[in-house]
């Protein structure tokens, strides 16, 4: 498919020994937003990592699978080679280079391109975001949670990538400033048709701002569909959305809620 | 008071030599978070292998000087090409402990190859001599001085100023972020190497050159450890200053004190020092915000 991420079948060990992911597919459109929602522990980051091939810092390999895109296969790729390849991915947790300058990290972002191009990506991104512009000189590791935020975002945004990855990006931010990341994410899909993959545990904020989710639980994805669609589903709504049919709470220890959800994994 | 003056000034010249291979430290510290203490055999290697060359080609000093550069870098990227890319995921003591191996056997090659008899480098700087008020100074030592201040500069200005120089250093702060900016980690680590290697290249032939080349130069690696440790082994221009620190202390305290004490000056100040700013004098501390 011409623009599109394609998993096919991913698996992931770590030390060879512990299964994180499970023959999980997936697929993100061209110019399209995606989410991949799903509780602590449930892999999602892991193939986030697989598909920015950065595993091996971790001890971790991808056995087996493909991660194709836009028609090229780029599953045994080194990660500068999926970064020229245009897909870029913002950590979870910011990992800024705290003892270096903000403006010193959104040139390590430029770090392929060329003199003039990074010129005029810093000067993008600072039209961005007016708030990085003023503390450019500033020392990232001192910076607020939200502008760490803006800062990583920018910093994976200076090289104009067709795909941006992004692993909980309202990690350890306030409601509002989560409002504000999500605003320009939005706006960076609909102005310039960039392609959006992004992890939120926040399900009801995710199914809102994404078009297509999938939900990861064990390793595996157990359930995919249009974000409105899934908005909708009971399932969703009284394991993620934290609503019980009728308006009612229903207690934890209802039997009828622990197998129906094992039934996803079987 | 000229005793003093000439103390110093003997202490500077030794000083320069630590601070060389203390860069060397640093430059593959900073990368890759390995201290190689195999970094004073290098040296030793890398001269002896020069001057095998340099005599085949009847070498002039600045000519030896480029060929050490030149096998320096390819004997950097040679070792850590077969010795430490294979242990990348490896405990950091275990790649630390391939670089103590490599050390020794280095030592045990060199006297194979070229014999134990010590033997200075011929070369007509080395008959000048200079006068500085009460402190004199031969033209070889003047030359090894003025290449340590020209390397120093040139390697803050590098991790400074210098694309790859930045991205090393952020490779060192954190690996995986490195990569997701699309900085190719894995070859700026054997850059790091070569960099590292051919500084030792050039400490190598200002050694041979001020006293002489011997199978038992390695061992200037051991004050040029201290020294690194002392200025924060993250820090190039750091490293370089402690050696000067080590250089001139370690003079001092043989002059006045007693012979012997050059040897483990260079400790007594790191323990002192560290107790008070754990991560050097010029070491990256850890940021955190409150």
């Known amino acids: 498919m011409s623009g599109a991420l394609e998993v096919l079948n991913v698996q992931v060990f770590y030390n060879d020994v512990i299964e994180a992911v499970r023959d999980v597919s997936l697929t993100v459109g061209k110019g399209r937003i995606v989410a991949l929602l799903g509780a602590n522990g449930a892999g999602k980051s892991t193939l986030l990592k697989a598909i920015s091939a950065v595993l091996y810092p971790e001890e971790g390999r991808l056995i087996h699978g493909s991660i194709r895109y836009d028609g090229v296969d780029l599953t045994a790729r080194n990660a500068d080679e999926i970064v020229a390849a245009g897909i870029v991915q913002v950590p979870e947790g910011r990992r800024l280079f705290e003892t270096m300058t903000v403006e010193e990290n959104l040139r390590l972002g430029g770090y392929a391109l060329a003199a003039a191009e990074l010129g005029e990506g810093l000067e993008r991104v600072y039209a961005m975001f007016p708030r990085v512009r003023e503390k450019r000189h500033a020392v990232a590791g001192l910076l607020s949670g939200g502008e760490q935020q803006m800062v990583a975002i920018g910093r994976a945004l200076i090289g104009r990538p067709k795909l941006l990855i992004l692993d909980e990006p309202s990690l350890g931010l306030a409601p509002q400033i989560v409002r504000d990341i999500f605003d320009i994410v939005k706006r960076l899909n609909a102005e310039e048709g960039l392609s959006i993959l992004f992890v939120e545990q926040n399900a009801r904020l995710a199914l809102a701002v994404s078009e297509y989710a999938y939900i990861m639980e064990n390793g595996r994805i157990v359930l995919d569909g249009p974000s409105a669609d899934l908005a909708g589903n009971a399932d969703i709504q009284e394991f993620y959305l934290g609503q019980a049919k009728g308006g009612e709470r229903k207690s934890l220890r209802d039997l009828k809620h622990y197998k129906r959800r094992k039934r996803w994994l079987a | ?290």
């Open chain 2, 1 to 290: 008071m000229d005793y003093f003056a000439n103390l110093v000034a003997s202490g500077l010249i030794f000083g320069s030599l630590y601070g060389l291979i203390a860069i060397g430290f640093a430059v593959i510290y900073k990368t890759t978070g390995v201290v190689n203490f195999a970094q004073g055999e290098v040296m030793m290697f890398v001269l002896y292998f020069s001057w095998m060359v340099g005599t085949f080609v009847a070498a002039p000093l600045w000519l030896l000087l480029l060929i050490a550069i030149v096998v320096g870098g390819a004997f950097g990227a040679l070792l850590e090409r077969v010795f430490i890319r294979p242990m990348i995921g490896q405990s950091q003591f275990s790649i630390i402990m391939t670089t103590v191996g490599v050390a020794i056997v280095l030592r045990g090659l060199v006297p194979i190859f070229w014999g134990v008899e010590s033997e200075p480098i011929d070369a007509p700087l080395k008959s000048q001599l200079y006068e500085f008020g009460p402190v004199m100074m031969l033209g070889d030592q003047i030359f090894a001085l003025a290449l340590f201040v020209a390397i120093s500069a040139a390697a803050w200005a590098f991790f400074r100023f210098s694309r790859v120089g930045v991205a090393m250093r952020a490779a060192a702060h954190d690996e995986t972020a490195a990569l997701l900016m699309g900085i190719n980690v894995r070859r700026l680590q054997g850059l790091s190497w070569m960099i590292a290697s051919a500084v030792s290249g050039v400490a190598g032939v200002c050694y041979a050159l001020i006293v002489a080349r011997a199978p038992d130069m390695w061992q200037i690696g051991f004050q040029a450890f201290p020294a690194a440790i002392l200025g924060g082994l993250d820090s190039p221009l750091g490293s370089a200053f402690g050696a000067v620190v080590v250089g001139i202390a370690a003079s001092l305290s043989e002059g006045y004190i007693g012979y012997g004490l050059k040897e483990i000056s260079g400790f007594v100040i790191i323990i002192a020092v560290l107790m008070v700013r754990p991560y050097g004098l010029f070491g990256e501390k850890e940021l955190e915000r409150v």
